[in-house]
């Protein structure tokens, strides 16, 4: 090959990188201009002034925890304070916080009150962490009083008023029926809870509004479907799957006072029980108005076989009883898998509760049905990352 041909070649081969690299920056461009290549943003605002500016040159991580039921949802800001400028914040004092990408609407994540502010170093930091305010007020106040012959919308209601908040009940939930139920030095939060425990519901409070809702349906208190948030293995750069089957409980029992035979009574709920309410009948042989849940065992228990949950509660009748083993029961087949992932690309629109579909892993974890149970989102300098916990049932686990 003559000198002249190799530089003819050589000329072509830098043409061809030339091209490529014009290529690439072009994609690199329309990618940007799709929106593909996004900054994320968050916007801070105390008493209706928008007070982010301030935090722009600063800010060193922002994190936000969307937790399921009374725990309470948590923004945490580091802001860096080399230079030693920074004011110490007072506690008490409410923020109102947004997240998402810049160019787009960003997400309302609701309002947090100051509650702990830390300054460590070198070099030197400043952290405020807030808490939900919702969850700071009367509804941690303890309370005495009980109620009977009522149902759990009724409760709801007046646990709502009383605490200044909008109650949102589904439907066939609110009308359950409550026999009895004591508030003795406990605050509505932990009666709400119990209260959601027995029923297999989720109580919480978001924006103003006290939600009571089935746990595992998928579905807002209006009974409209939230929607499917899908997953793919592109999505995460990290994730975690682990099933505990043989650690799982096989039945739950419940006790009972059985007052008729002055002795404790108690129910049995596993997989082979099945529900129907029925209707009871009056002294005079007449069908009562309202029914109650019972359960039939399709197949006998074998209690040397069972690894048996006992709830520690002893309940006031058969009824209520069975209700708290089966809402026990249905919480443990959800519970019992798990699934962690950090979408590297955050997604400030995920919440608890929310139903989700995953795929791209193994057979066994896609073919199942998940419920997300914790969103943390994390907006850094490198960029804006959403780590999600999911549960799912273990009937849907495939062998």
Known sequence: MSFQDLLDQGETLYNRGADAVGELADTVAD????????????????????????????LMALTLSDNRGFESDELEIVLDDSDGKLDLPPRGVVLEAAIGWKGKALVDKGSFTVDEVEHAG???????????TDLRAGIATKRERSW????????VEAVAKA?????CVSDWLAKRPVDHIDQTSESDANLLTRLAERHDAIATVKSGRLL?????????????????????????????????????????????????????GEVIVDANTKFERRRGVTKRGKPTKRSHLTATQAKATEPSAQNFKVLRHIYATEATALQAAK????KLQRGV?????????GRPEIFPELPAKVAGFKPAIDSCDWLISK????????????????EMKLEDVKQ
């Open 31 to 58: 990618l940007a201009g799709a929106g593909q290549l996004q900054q994320p943003a968050y916007r801070i605002t105390l008493k209706g002034k928008d007070i982010t500016a301030s935090f722009a040159d600063r």
């Open 122 to 132: 070198a070099p030197d930091t400043l952290t405020i962490r807030a808490r939900a």
């Open 148 to 155: 009977h012959k009522t149902t759990v919308g009724k409760i």
């Open 163 to 167: 605490n200044g908040l909008t109650p």
């Open 212 to 264: 009571f809702i089935k746990a595992g349906d998928a579905e807002s208190a209006t009974g409209k479907p939230f929607p499917l948030v899908r997953i793919t293995r592109a999505s995460g750069d990290r994730h975690r799957f682990a099933v505990a089957d043989r650690n799982a409980y096989t039945a739950v029992k419940a006790y009972w006072h059985n007052l008729d035979k002055a002795e404790k």
């Open 327 to 330: 809402a026990a029961w249905e």
């Open 337 to 345: 898998a798990e699934f962690s992932i950090t979408l590297a690309h």
């Open 375 to 390: 969103a943390t989102h994390c907006i850094t300098g490198s960029g804006f990352t959403t780590a999600l916990e999911l």
